[in-house]
C-alpha cells in the first residue's frame, strides 16, 4: 500500500484558534505536499510515465500502458537507429510552445497579451496537443494513430505542430499588446 503522502500537524499546541482548545485549525489549512511520478516498468522514464497519464481515459491505465508501450515498439521499429524514448522526447520538446496569448480585459477592450510559457505549462501544453492529434485520427489502433503522431512531431509536423505554430502565429500577431502583460 503506497504511504500516506499529505503530512499533518499533530500537536495540538501548535493548532489552536483564538485559545480555545475545542477549536483545532483544519487539517486542510497545511501545505499540500505534491505526490511523485513513477518511473513506468519498462524503460523507467518518468516521461514515458507522464504520457501513460494522459492517455489514460476512465482510469484504464493498464489499457493505456498498452497503448503506450506499442506506439514506441512501432516507432522502434520504424526508426531503429534511434531508442524510442529519446524519439518520444525530441517530440515532445519539438511541440512545446514558447510563448501563448492571454485574454485581459482592459478598459472595455479584451486584448490577447502573448506571455511566456512555464516550464511545466509547456510541458502539459504538448501533451496535451499531442492526445488531441492522435484521438481525431479516426480508422487506425490507438497505438498506430499515437506512434503516427509521436513521429510526425520528431519530424516537425502535424497536427499537434500546427497546434503549436497556430499559437505562436496569434503570440506574434499581437506582439503589440505585450506591455499590458
Not at 518520444?88 to 511541440?95: F, I
Not at 516550464?119 to 492522435?134: N, S, T
Not at 520528431?154 to 506591455?179: D, L, P, S
Amino acid at each position: 500500500m503506497r504511504e500516506k503522502e499529505e503530512k499533518f500537524v499533530t500537536d495540538n499546541s501548535s493548532n489552536k484558534v483564538g485559545g480555545n482548545d475545542d477549536l483545532l485549525a483544519s487539517p486542510y489549512a497545511t501545505k499540500f505536499v505534491k505526490r511523485s511520478l513513477r518511473p513506468d516498468s519498462r524503460y523507467g522514464s518518468l516521461l514515458v510515465s507522464k504520457l501513460i497519464n494522459i492517455v489514460m481515459a476512465d482510469g484504464k491505465r493498464t489499457a493505456a500502458t498498452n497503448v503506450v508501450y506499442a506506439a514506441l515498439e512501432i516507432i522502434g521499429r520504424k526508426i531503429p537507429d534511434r531508442h524510442p524514448v529519446e524519439i518520444l522526447e525530441a517530440a515532445v520538446n519539438n511541440v512545446k510552445p514558447l510563448v501563448e496569448v492571454k485574454s485581459k480585459r482592459v478598459g472595455g477592450a479584451t486584448y490577447q497579451i502573448p506571455t511566456e510559457v512555464r516550464p511545466k505549462r509547456k510541458l502539459v501544453l504538448a501533451f496535451r496537443w499531442i492526445r488531441e492529434a492522435f484521438q481525431k485520427k479516426k480508422g487506425r489502433p490507438a497505438a498506430e494513430k499515437l506512434a503516427g503522431e509521436l513521429m510526425d512531431a520528431y519530424n516537425k509536423q502535424g497536427a499537434a505542430m500546427a497546434t503549436r505554430e497556430n499559437v505562436h502565429k496569434m503570440a506574434e500577431a499581437n506582439k503589440a499588446f505585450a506591455y499590458y502583460a
